[in-house]
């Protein structure tokens, strides 16, 4: 379905919900992992206090379908606004059956303004940024990206000008390496990066910093929990251990810290973690300092089996220019700013890497494919 066509269905079915007025309604695509059509049981009644089923991207597994209520929409869109300035035009550049592409319609009812959609249904195309830009008209004007749309719309320097006429440009879907981030700040492109998933209605926290009413702490065991008025109400098919059991609150799967003044950061994903030789690496601030290498245009770490020390922490990296760096180099740049034992003690260069649904890095695939190796 083209993606006018598409959102032309979706604004007055979303109206409803958050009217309290229409059935609710499991939001799919072509792209849709059949897995989470049985976890949303797309074709069975929903319950009233429902508004959408709405998948989860299944990066610890199978996918499920989460409960969102048309009060957890509208307060996400509500402290989105509150937080970027008010309300405004959006440009839709993700798919809008999924939570980052729904968040982008909700918002734009909520300004009372019409979206522009981007047609992603073969791929994001930069070159289509500037006419959709110049359809958003006068006011303020906003997009989601995940970080390869981004990157790939800073190596042309018209789609890179039009990103910096918006006045903000929300980037999830996972962490941005850091020469993307310092390529969108020298192009003048305001980028706020977001923290959430499906289970939160989208991004909840902004640079490290809670929207309004989002609650956040952090468990004895490192891990994140989230709590506030965006929440979903829990899963279609219940999961053990539930992590919506204890009341108000949403345990992830990912580790963060706290800083002095209360600003989130995010590690990874506890079960990306490495264990190795007696020590536990989490991936996310060894990739975070190999992208600061000038030779790492992109990166993913992730643990391979090992005899000696249980798992090895193994690099997968896209080259930025022509020579590619060496595996004594990255661990001697790793070891500059981290502990030696997160050191990658294996090189993979690779053209791209993989990823799944709007653009998550996924480690799993990369350890498949490099232990067969």
């Not at 989105?80 to 009812?109: C, E, K, M, N, Y």
């Not at 890179?160 to 192009?187: E, K, N, S």
């Not at 661990?331 to 500059?336: D, G, S, T």
């Amino acid at each position: 379905m083209p993606p006018g066509e598409a959102v032309s269905t979706l604004l007055p079915a979303l109206q409803g919900v958050l009217d309290g007025d229409a059935a609710a309604f499991t939001p799919v695509g072509s792209d849709t992992d059949p897995s989470a059509l049985t976890a949303m049981r797309v074709d069975e009644p929903i319950g009233d206090e429902v508004a959408l089923v709405v998948a989860t991207s299944g990066t610890t597994g199978v996918p499920k379908g989460a409960l969102l209520t048309g009060a957890a929409l509208a307060a996400s869109a509500a402290a989105t606004h509150d937080r970027l300035g008010g309300p405004g035009h959006w440009l839709l550049a993700l798919p809008p059956h999924h939570i980052a592409g729904i968040q982008v319609l909700v918002r734009s009812l909520a300004a009372g303004t019409a979206p522009v959609a981007l047609d992603v249904t073969t791929g994001f195309d930069p070159a289509r940024l500037p006419e959709a830009v110049a359809k958003l008209g006068p006011g303020r004007r906003y997009t989601s990206l995940v970080a390869t749309q981004l990157a790939k719309a800073l190596q042309y320097p018209e789609p890179g000008a039009t990103l910096a006429q918006l006045d903000a440009v929300l980037l999830g879907g996972g962490p941005a390496p850091q020469p993307v981030l310092d390529a969108a700040a020298a192009a003048g492109v305001t980028v706020v990066r977001t923290y959430g998933m499906s289970e939160t209605a989208g991004g909840c926290v902004y640079e490290g910093v809670p929207l309004s009413g989002v609650r956040v702490r952090i468990g004895a065991d490192g891990r994140i929990a989230l709590g506030g008025p965006t929440l979903a109400q829990g899963y279609r098919d219940p999961i053990h251990p539930d992590p919506f059991a204890e009341a108000g609150w949403f345990q992830t799967d990912d580790v963060g810290a706290l800083d002095s003044s209360g600003r989130l950061r995010v590690l990874g994903r506890a079960d990306d973690a490495i264990s190795t030789g007696g020590l536990t690496v989490l991936p996310g601030p060894v990739e975070a300092v190999l992208t600061t290498h000038p030779a790492v245009a992109d990166c993913a770490v992730f643990g391979i089996a090992d005899d000696r020390l249980g798992q090895r922490v193994v690099a997968a990296v896209v080259v930025a220019g022509a020579t590619a760096p060496t595996l004594a180099e990255l661990r001697a740049h790793v070891a500059e700013s981290l502990d030696a034992t997160a050191a990658p003690r294996e090189l993979h260069v690779v053209a791209a890497l993989p990823r799944r649904g709007i653009g998550k890095l996924d480690r799993k695939a990369l350890a498949r494919q490099f232990s067969a190796d």
